[in-house]
């Protein structure tokens, strides 16, 4: 019993980036705009970061930029950051990534998400270059689901383990007194 409680918490440590942190792991922020990375000219745009619990800085980076564009603190929730964007200009399409520093050192850089400015809502896109609009956007509900369920399992078998153990004093302290 006590090998299958150790392969549990030994995969729970490989599947659940978030408790990877005590292993040095930091696991890799998700980057996103709001509304979306699409972006009508003047209009006000949020890109956020989330990443640990333990971060404590955020950067967001530019590409083709050489120091981080921008470096917020993270909000109440302390797993992600806001970046504002007042009002979108050709100045601040591009590609965009961002990546946090914890007292465990610096997590690797995001995904990368295109912000791309259109003249309005209705007219195609503006690029700064020459290059095709990407979506990045990434579901992780499967992950997350993943880890819930071994989460689950791993609570269900502590919670066996512990049964297990009043049990065996129960029994042993019946047995004492007769």
């Given at each position: 019993m006590m090998a299958?409680?150790?392969l549990l918490l030994y995969l729970g440590l490989i599947v659940e980036p978030g408790t990877a942190g005590e292993a040095g792991i930091l696991p890799k922020p998700i980057i996103w705009a709001e509304p979306g990375s699409l972006i009508a000219?003047?209009?006000?745009v949020?890109?956020?970061?989330?990443?640990?619990?333990?971060?404590?800085?955020?950067?967001?980076?530019k590409e083709r930029?050489?120091?981080?564009?921008?470096?917020q603190f993270p909000l109440e929730t302390r797993n992600k950051a806001k970046f504002n964007i007042?009002?979108?200009?050709?100045?601040?399409?591009?590609?965009?990534?961002?990546?946090?520093?914890?007292s465990a050192g610096f997590s690797e850089h995001s995904d990368a998400m295109e912000l791309v400015m259109?003249?309005?809502?209705?007219?195609?896109?503006?690029?700064?270059?020459?290059e095709a609009p990407a979506s990045h956007h990434q579901d992780?509900?499967?992950?997350?689901?993943?880890?819930?369920?071994?989460?689950?399992?791993?609570?269900?078998?502590?919670v066996i383990l512990l049964l297990e153990a009043w049990t065996f004093k129960?029994?042993?302290?019946?047995?004492?007194m007769r």
């Open positions: 299958m409680l150790t000219l003047d209009t006000p949020i890109i956020w970061c989330q990443g640990s619990w333990e971060a404590e800085n955020y950067f967001l980076y930029s050489g120091d981080p564009w921008d470096i007042q009002h979108m200009t050709t100045k601040y399409a591009g590609i965009y990534k961002c990546y946090y520093r914890s259109t003249d309005s809502i209705d007219k195609p896109p503006t690029h700064t270059e020459d992780h509900t499967v992950e997350n689901l993943i880890r819930m369920v071994l989460a689950a399992l791993v609570l269900v078998t502590l129960k029994v042993e302290k019946d047995a004492a």
